[in-house]
């Protein structure tokens, strides 16, 4: 038709012909690393820090992703992400959290100054440049475009890019009901794992690993046959209790939960709370009744607890019964948020090279903004295979690099898409397509309502995403 231009999509390396195969190479191929590198990175939200890293104007850290690093940094304004180069010849300014006093930053090499707002404030020797290559747009800090959500500083280097609440779609909604924004970090690790990073994340869309993986938990899961299947002895687990083993059963699974993620998920206040109603009357024989009456003590219980130490709690009763959640929450591209009750974990997965990523855990939990913490500015790094992980994630750990090993003699990986509404791996199959839709070239517009399906979680079947 005249008048209309169209633009031809991009060729999509070892490119997902069929939705329940994974080419395998996807996870080490050196040409498909550098097309997620030059194609996705550059065009997405990336949860870039925590905003109680920076509590004070001129605290900033460092957020790196390929050769891209970013100085994120408390300005009057709130926090604000800078490219972190000095504006003449390129040395870069930060290493790391830190912070900054009225001098700001000052370039080791020539000696030029920026203030916490990003703005050049000395030149050495300004009489030597002509006026028109250090205009105040040009000398400033490169300014990288910041947006806030769930208590965290997003980046994107795409100024055309939607905004980030159009981008993320109904988690978003999802997670404000939890107050996700309030939350405050107990603890955060880190480590380098010799795993792609799409292949870390993947461990964390799918709950058909426990039964194998995490034994302890799917040992004491409540309805753990229906939840998870059957094991490898094909024999039933907790199925058939009464109302008080189902309480006894419910309590020891959130301990378990508890000590498997350090505190995370399950916070240690929530589970000294819920110890308290073993002894809660039940019907002996109602096990489904025995469960809401759980539910509604544990919830209530754990609300009071939290106000009566001046936390800012939800109404997680309401919001349990009323807003639809999923334990696991992934937020396209790297980014999971793990919500229980009123606590919860969170995972940041970043790339390194095409064998290796850099795998962030927190623990958070709703806490009083007077309660004296010492917060961490940077994560505590650990080998990955660590004993001082918790339970859960080291066993995860151990799985990984030896899949990383595996998959190159393999063509594909299987996806089971689930069947009337049971256990699906089809979370890895949407958001690797999304993957392949920001390869490709597709128009921001297709990729937004994409990324609104795919930020999901993690038992969720393959689904149409629009292309």
């Known amino acids: 038709m005249v008048g209309t231009t169209t633009t031809a999509l ?58 891209k690093s970013v100085i994120m940094i408390r300005t009057a304004d709130g926090v604000k992400g800078f490219l972190n180069a000095c504006r003449h010849r390129g040395v870069k300014l930060a290493h790391g959290p830190g912070s900054v006093g009225p001098e700001g930053f000052t370039c080791p090499f020539h000696g030029w100054r920026w203030n916490a707002q990003g703005e050049n404030t000395f030149i050495f020797g300004r009489r030597i440049f002509s006026d028109d290559i250090i205009t105040p747009n040009q000398i400033n800090l490169a300014p990288v ?42 603890w955060w690790c880190a480590t380098v794992l010799p795993t792609n990073w799409k292949l ?66 399950v916070h240690d206040t929530e589970v000294a709370v819920m110890e308290k109603l073993r002894t809660l009357e039940v019907p002996e024989s109602d096990a489904a009744s025995a469960t809401q009456l759980f539910y509604a003590n544990a919830w209530r219980d754990i609300e009071q607890d939290l106000t009566s130490r001046g936390a800012d709690v ?51 939990v709703l806490r009083p903004d007077d309660q004296p913490h010492d917060t961490p500015t940077e994560p505590t790094m650990l080998p990955y295979n660590s004993p001082d992980f918790p339970e859960i994630p080291r066993q995860d750990y151990s799985n990984l690099p030896i899949q990383q090993l595996g998959l190159h003699n393999l063509d594909f990986m299987r996806i089971g898409k689930g069947l009337n509404g049971g256990d699906s791996e089809g979370l890895i199959s949407n958001y690797q397509r999304l993957i392949d839709g920001y390869i490709a070239g597709r128009d921001p517009e297709t990729l937004r309502k994409a990324q609104n399906i795919v930020n999901s979680g993690f038992q969720e079947t393959i689904l149409d995403i629009g292309f």
């Open 10 to 67: 991009r060729e999509v390396p070892l490119s997902i012909a069929n939705p329940e195969l994974i080419p395998a190479k996807r996870y080490y191929d050196p040409e498909f690393f550098e097309a997620e590198k030059q194609h996705l990175w550059p065009h997405v939200w990336q949860m870039a820090c925590r905003l109680e890293e920076l509590p004070h104007v001129g605290d900033y850290t460092v957020y790196d992703i390929f050769d």
């Open 145 to 186: 475009r910041t947006e806030y959500w769930a208590g965290c500083a997003f980046i994107n280097f795409d100024d055309d890019a939607p905004a980030l609440r159009e981008s993320l779609g109904p988690v978003a909604e999802r997670m404000d009901a939890r107050h996700a924004d309030r939350l405050k970090m107990d």
């Open 200 to 265: 870390a994340m993947e461990a964390f869309m799918e709950s058909y690993h426990v039964m194998q993986t995490h034994r302890q938990l799917y040992d004491l899961s409540p309805n753990a046959t229906q939840q998870y299947g059957r094991n490898v002895d094909d024999l039933p687990v907790n199925e058939g209790l009464n109302g008080p083993e189902m309480v006894q059963t419910m309590v020891n699974f959130m301990a378990n939960i508890n000590e498997g993620m350090g505190g995370g998920i």
């Open 314 to 364: 939800f109404d997680i009763a309401k919001v349990a019964q009323e807003v639809e959640f999923n334990a696991v929450e992934f937020i396209f591209p790297h980014f999971f948020l793990l919500p229980m009750i009123a606590a919860m974990a969170s995972y940041r997965i970043r790339p390194l090279t095409p064998e290796t990523c850099l795998f962030e855990i927190w623990s958070l």
